[in-house]
């Protein structure tokens, strides 16, 4: 199983200092956070696409590739990669030359992305967000698998004889997860391709999730990639941590208070009660992860969390990683226990071409 921290990239003022950090220090900052992740023994670092203020990340291919650069173990990912505003072309592209430098290192997460304002500013129409998610796909999946594409559809000018360059690297598409919080179709669409399925689950409670998951699982093993339990499944929270559950209630209250996704709503303690928020103490944090095995409805493959978001402060963040590097070991044991064999781990470039030579090897 995959352990990792994701990034939203947002630019916040810190509700306690009234500090605002520069784009310029998000920026770097986050690239910090990716190597102590890899120090620390997590597996992967992910980071969102954003076009709009507060938000800094509107190229995760440059982020990635330099993050690539000064790192050597981890797994680079997206937290969101816009498949509805983007150029299918261009996202073949960019993240297969992304994949070629970091030696495979590479897989990503597709989303619709629910800024209304984001799609026009591409020429786009937000009412046809399923659509362009549909068939942007179709186009990206043919891309990354045919050397010469032939492709007409409703969302870009046709293509005659096009190859994508550079092509995957020893012919291995990077992986890909297909991300929703509520949208049915975006689960049918990573069933229907035995693509990974990633729920953000932090907002949502654990019956929805459940619902959202199961009917993944069910549409994989019905368009036969393997059983519904070896259906490729990953979760993503929100994290803070410190040695006590007071000391961490205390600390992160005005954060949550303060934001735009929490503040208003129900209180920190109905929150924690009805979602996957994580606050609290080490002990506490490990056996409400360890519950999401009924968010997930089973053994589940990667885990993901976000620690830097509503304005948190640089040492503090690092702090939370570092907690993760103590927390994830326990977990990788206590996850491993009656984990069915035939359950199988997160796809990962080497996993991919072992599977493929096996496959030759087995046909001669």
Do not use: C
């Amino acid at each position: 199983m995959q352990f990792g921290i994701f990034s939203v990239g947002d630019v916040t003022a810190d509700p306690v200092t009234g500090r605002t950090p520069s784009e310029h220090e998000r920026i770097k900052a986050v690239v910090e956070y990716a190597r102590l992740a890899e120090d620390v023994g997590l597996d992967v670092f992910a980071i969102g696409e954003h076009h709009n203020p507060p938000f800094m990340p509107s190229s995760p291919t440059t982020l990635l590739g330099h993050v690539a650069a000064r790192t050597e173990r981890i797994v680079l990912s997206t937290s969101t990669t816009l498949i509805t505003t983007n150029d299918p072309v261009k996202i073949a592209e960019d993240y297969a030359m992304l994949q070629h430098l970091a030696d495979g290192r590479i897989d990503l997460m597709m989303g619709r992305g629910n800024t209304g304002p984001v799609y026009p500013w591409f020429g786009q129409d937000i009412r046809n967000g399923i659509p362009l998610a549909v068939e942007n796909y179709a186009l990206l999946h043919r891309l990354w698998r045919e050397d010469v594409v032939d492709w007409e559809g409703k969302f870009r000018t046709p293509l005659q004889s096009f190859t994508a360059t550079p092509r995957p690297l020893d012919g291995i598409p990077p992986f890909v997860w297909h991300g929703s919080i509520r949208s049915p179709e975006i689960a049918e669409q990573a069933a229907y391709y035995g693509d990974g399925f990633l729920h953000n689950n932090v907002l949502w409670p654990k019956e929805h999730v459940q619902r959202m998951v199961s009917l993944y699982r069910r549409r994989f093993e019905h368009y036969g990639h393997g059983s519904a339990d070896q259906a490729i499944v990953g979760l993503a929270a929100q994290l803070f941590v410190r040695k006590n559950s007071q000391d961490a209630i205390r600390e992160f209250r005005p954060y949550f208070d303060s934001s735009p996704v929490y503040g208003g709503g129900p209180s920190l303690e109905e929150t924690l009660e009805q979602t996957a928020l994580l606050v609290g103490s080490p002990q506490q944090v490990i056996d409400r992860i360890l519950a999401f095995r009924e968010y997930a409805a089973g053994d589940y493959q990667r885990q993901v969390f976000n620690v830097d978001a509503l304005g948190l402060p640089h040492e503090t963040v690092l702090r939370q990683i570092e907690a993760l590097g103590e927390i994830v070991p326990v977990l990788r044991r206590e996850f491993a226990i009656g984990r069915p064999a035939h359950v199988p781990d997160a796809p990962t470039h080497a996993s991919l071409k072992a599977a493929r030579l096996a496959t030759v090897e087995a046909a001669r």
